[in-house]
């Protein structure tokens, strides 16, 4: 028995020590990346108080929240933080938390990489899209926070989605924040239906992705900008105006950011869904469509 509870010691202690470094690895990378991306921005006075004015971009993988948090990122004044791994990798554990505990780590990390990553007194943006499921947290963690919430047609980024494969039964990879690809119930799947969601198909996992994201991402409406993907390739001079009034920045530098925006693949799923798929998708995420304009 004690032989036993030796090799149980050491194996967490193994396990503990991997943790450590992985942790230590990731807050590395992003604070090396978040410092070159402040090194080779456009620099500009920077306005009071705007290390607490972050923007959080959320939504949707393959939405656009990516090409939006580059693009507010580049604006003289602000900084890119990209995807936090270290904040990504405990979002299935910090969901399960009350608000302030959400807060109060959202903060740790944000400013340690702030600190490591040399871009003190620069506007932040974060732009993982499973801080979605944590966006009352961040919002209380930064009470002069706004979200931008990328949204895109589901049955759209539902394409994307099984171009990617993430949520494919036979996908065995991980993602670059130590999380399994495949068809395995995640974290923001109802309890009741974790069962069900390993079950059916890819499209219809794809379609519940969507809903789940769009639907969290959607907690503080008073505290949110809406950014609908359709309209920023269609008019992406016109939606810069609109998102930097609202966000009280300039809107040059936005439009010049915006520009690079394009629109060859929206309403792709017409070509690129089956009838079968376009079943599912809309069997698991109809209701949510129609309700915003999209079906």
């Given at each position: 028995?004690?032989?036993?509870?030796?090799?149980?010691?050491r194996?967490?202690?193994?396990?503990?020590?991997?943790?450590?470094?992985?942790?230590?690895?990731?807050?590395?990378a992003?604070?090396?990346?978040?410092?070159?991306?402040?090194?080779?921005?456009?620099?500009?006075?920077?306005?009071?108080?705007s290390?607490?004015?972050?923007?959080?971009?959320?939504?949707?993988?393959?939405?656009?929240?990516?090409?939006?948090?580059?693009?507010?990122?580049?604006?003289?004044?602000?900084?890119?933080?990209?995807?936090v791994?270290?904040?990504?990798?405990?979002?299935?554990?910090?969901?399960?938390?009350?608000?302030?505990?959400?807060?109060?780590?959202?903060r740790?990390?944000?400013?340690r990489?702030?600190?490591?990553?040399?871009?003190?007194?620069?506007?932040?943006?974060?732009?993982?899209?499973?801080?979605?499921?944590l966006?009352?947290?961040?919002?209380?963690?930064?009470?002069?926070?706004?979200?931008?919430?990328?949204?895109?047609?589901?049955?759209?980024?539902?394409?994307?989605?099984?171009?990617?494969?993430?949520?494919?039964?036979?996908?065995?990879?991980?993602?670059?924040?130590?999380?399994?690809?495949?068809?395995?119930?995640?974290?923001?799947?109802?309890?009741?239906?974790?069962?069900e969601?390993?079950?059916?198909?890819?499209?219809?996992?794809?379609?519940?992705?969507w809903?789940?994201?769009?639907?969290?991402?959607?907690?503080?409406?008073e505290?949110?900008?809406?950014?609908?993907?359709?309209?920023?390739?269609?008019?992406?001079?016109?939606?810069?105006?609109r998102?930097?009034?609202?966000?009280?920045?300039?809107?040059?530098?936005?439009?010049?950011?915006?520009?690079?925006?394009?629109?060859?693949?929206?309403?792709r799923?017409?070509?690129?869904l089956?009838?079968?798929?376009?079943?599912?998708?809309?069997?698991?995420?109809?209701?949510?469509?129609?309700?915003?304009?999209?079906?």
């Open positions: 028995m004690q032989q036993c509870g030796q090799v149980q010691d194996q967490g202690f193994v396990q503990a020590a991997r943790q450590g470094t992985w942790a230590a690895s990731a807050y590395g992003t604070a090396v990346r978040v410092a070159l991306r402040r090194s080779g921005a456009r620099r500009a006075e920077s306005a009071p108080r290390e607490e004015r972050l923007v959080f971009v959320v939504g949707s993988p393959r939405s656009g929240t990516s090409f939006t948090g580059a693009a507010l990122g580049s604006q003289p004044g602000w900084v890119d933080f990209g995807e791994k270290p904040l990504k990798a405990i979002v299935p554990d910090l969901a399960a938390e009350p608000v302030e505990e959400q807060a109060a780590e959202i740790r990390i944000l400013q990489i702030r600190t490591l990553g040399l871009v003190r007194r620069l506007r932040g943006v974060e732009q993982n899209p499973e801080t979605t499921f966006l009352a947290g961040a919002l209380r963690a930064y009470p002069e926070a706004t979200a931008v919430h990328v949204l895109r047609d589901g049955r759209d980024v539902v394409c994307s989605l099984l171009e990617r494969g993430w949520l494919r039964a036979d996908r065995r990879a991980r993602d670059d924040a130590g999380h399994r690809f495949g068809a395995h119930a995640r974290f923001w799947v109802e309890p009741e239906r974790r069962d969601f390993e079950r059916v198909s890819e499209a219809r996992r794809a379609a519940w992705a809903r789940r994201y769009v639907t969290a991402a959607q907690v503080a409406p505290r949110t900008v809406e950014l609908r993907y359709e309209a920023l390739v269609a008019s992406p001079a016109a939606e810069a105006g998102i930097a009034a609202l966000l009280g920045s300039p809107a040059a530098p936005l439009q010049q950011a915006f520009a690079r925006a394009h629109d060859t693949s929206v309403g799923w017409r070509e690129d089956t009838r079968e798929q376009l079943a599912d998708v809309e069997a698991e995420a109809g209701g949510l469509l129609a309700e915003l304009g999209y079906a």
